[in-house]
């Protein structure tokens, strides 16, 4: 089993949302969170005043995968998150030592299916 988390902009959640269940992932959690990477966030103008917004608005996923689908969530969300400008964000793997659903104590990955 596989635990992918994705750091990406709010404007893709939607599209990123219907590619990975498409993709074969059961269910994922959204966290709104603020954060910065090379960019270091940005200036802007409100009411002729000038700030700088040092962390932006990002959206984190969390989704747990049976390791023969990883590539597939992965591509689908990569290809979905990406708009070709800077700040898409970031995506990580990790290996998920153990799953369990708390309702039936199932066990590994059939804890992770529907």
């Not at 603020?34 to 040092?54: D, F, I, L, P």
């Not at 608005?57 to 070709?84: F, M, Q, S, Y």
């Amino acid at each position: 089993m596989k635990f992918i988390v994705a750091v990406i902009k709010p404007s893709r959640l939607d599209a990123v949302l219907d590619a990975v269940t498409e993709a074969g992932a059961s269910g994922l959690t959204v966290t709104e969170v603020r954060g910065y990477g090379r960019q270091k966030g940005k200036t802007e103008v409100y009411r002729g005043a000038e700030y700088e917004v040092k962390l932006l608005p990002k959206v984190k996923l969390e989704i747990a995968v049976p390791t023969d689908i990883v590539e597939a969530v992965v591509e689908a969300l990569a290809r979905t998150a990406n708009t070709g400008k800077i700040g898409d964000g970031k995506i990580f793997v990790l290996d998920l030592e153990q799953a369990i659903r708390i309702r039936t104590g199932e066990l590994g990955s059939g804890a992770l299916a529907g």
